[in-house]
């Protein structure tokens, strides 16, 4: 089992800043990928950022010069600074690692999602 717990989430004005980080915890042998989703309602989850263990990175065309991804690989934690806001940006952002147990099962785990909101 792979707990993901998402936190940093809250409200902010438009240009503004936040720092979402997330933590993966339990039989982790490694973890691969760590990424942060959207989802609107009715819709699928929406990519917006992800890191490879390796530090590859990849973002969503609307959030690329604003948003930050990193990783702590020796804390299993997935940091996204979000600079710029717009009030578009406005959403449940959640948090998805991708990796292996200790067994070698795959897992891809989700947290549970933390509010951001822009607004003045």
């Known amino acids: 089992q792979v707990q993901v717990v998402e936190s940093g989430g809250g409200l902010v004005q438009p240009g503004g800043s936040l720092r979402l980080s997330c933590a993966a915890s339990?039989?982790?042998?490694?973890?691969?990928?760590m990424g942060w989703y959207v989802q609107a309602p009715g819709k699928q989850f929406e990519l917006v950022a992800q890191?490879?263990?390796?530090?590859?990175?990849h973002y969503k065309d609307s959030v690329k010069g604003r948003f930050t991804v990193s990783r702590d690989n020796a804390k299993n934690t997935v940091y996204l600074q979000m600079n710029s806001l717009k009030p578009e940006d406005t959403a449940v952002y959640y948090c998805?690692?991708?990796?292996?147990?200790?067994?070698?099962?795959?897992?891809?785990?989700w947290g549970q999602g933390t509010q951001v909101t822009v607004s003045s």
């Open positions: 998805n690692a991708f990796g292996y147990y200790t067994d070698y099962r795959a897992f891809s785990a």
């Open positions: 339990g039989s982790i042998s490694s973890i691969n990928d």
């Open positions: 890191i490879t263990s390796g530090g590859m990175t």
